[in-house]
């Protein structure tokens, strides 16, 4: 039997991202989440690296070696993925890649944080939780059927 895969979405400056990790992993998810290791401040240090070299944005998008190969890193991990878990709070790029997820038929969910606004388009996620408990439980029932 083939060990259920997840990618763990957030924000690095979300510092529940761990603890959520170790609880799945602790259930017998293997669960990805060495995007994390990158630290809080990566994507401001790429920003400023990247405006000192006198590119912009799109620039650093098209022609940066590195937003090359950490959006090739990612894209092979959410390619291998079974499925995947949006931990709010998040950014756009979280957003993209639960969509990205949707669109090839995984079962994705989303991990709420007392939202102030809410959004209908969540319904594309196969699931929405209010508290970890609950995407925990849900989980424990797939890890026991797979």
Request: with cysteine; glycine share 8%; proline share 4%.
């Amino acid at each position: 039997m083939e060990m259920m895969t997840t990618y763990l979405i957030g924000s690095l400056r979300n510092p529940a991202i761990p603890t959520i990790a170790k609880r799945l992993r602790d259930m017998g998810v293997d669960v990805f989440d060495d995007w994390y290791a990158a630290g809080p401040e990566a994507d401001d240090i790429w920003r400023k690296y990247e405006l000192e070299r006198g590119r912009s944005y799109t620039q650093a998008l098209e022609e940066g070696w590195h937003a090359t190969h950490v959006w090739e890193y990612d894209k092979h991990h959410l390619d291998r993925c079974d499925s995947g878990i949006l931990v709010l709070p998040c950014g756009r790029s979280g957003h993209l890649e639960l969509g990205y997820l949707a669109g090839q038929g995984k079962p994705t969910y989303i991990l709420l944080d007392n939202p102030d606004r809410w959004d209908i388009m969540y319904l594309f996620a196969t699931k929405v939780y209010t508290s970890l408990d609950g995407l925990v439980k849900e989980f424990a029932e797939l890890v026991k059927y797979d």
